[in-house]
């Protein structure tokens, strides 16, 4: 299993990048693709989460509002749509994988999750 983010960029503030995570290697639909982040200095943090086999969608509070995450199954891509981005933003983007459930949903629990890739670096500044 492998999966590469790309799309990062320099943007600017208010800017609208959307995010591919490209992913190979997987059998079936069964998994999640989360997205995380890690800006300079700080710890890595999950930033969102897409069930593969039933669209089901969750979103940090720190981007609910302004990011939506979507796939498109023939081109084995999940993107994310980020809008208003604003100077927090501005870290390395990361997508990785994971089939469990808890309470029969998808959550991305950042430790549960596998086929990290190099990720991509957005950073918001004019």
């Known amino acids: 299993v492998q999966l590469q983010a790309s799309g990062g960029g320099l943007v600017q503030p208010g800017g609208s990048p959307r995010l591919s995570c490209l992913a190979s290697?997987?059998?079936?639909?069964?998994?999640?693709i989360g997205w995380f982040r890690q800006a300079p200095g700080k710890a890595r943090e999950w930033v969102s989460c897409?069930?593969?086999?039933?669209?089901?969608?969750l979103y940090a509070d720190s981007v609910k509002g302004r990011s939506t995450v979507s796939r498109d199954n023939a081109k084995n891509t999940v993107y994310l749509q980020m809008n208003g981005l604003k100077p927090e933003d501005t870290a390395v983007y990361y997508c990785?994988?994971?089939?469990?459930?808890?309470?029969?949903?998808?959550?991305?629990?950042?430790?549960?999750?596998?086929?990290w890739g190099k990720g991509t670096l957005v950073t918001v500044s004019s």
């Open positions: 897409l069930g593969m086999s039933d669209g089901s969608t």
């Open positions: 290697g997987f059998t079936s639909s069964n998994y999640a």
């Open positions: 990785a994988a994971d089939g469990r459930r808890y309470g029969g949903s998808y959550q991305c629990r950042i430790y549960d999750m596998y086929g």
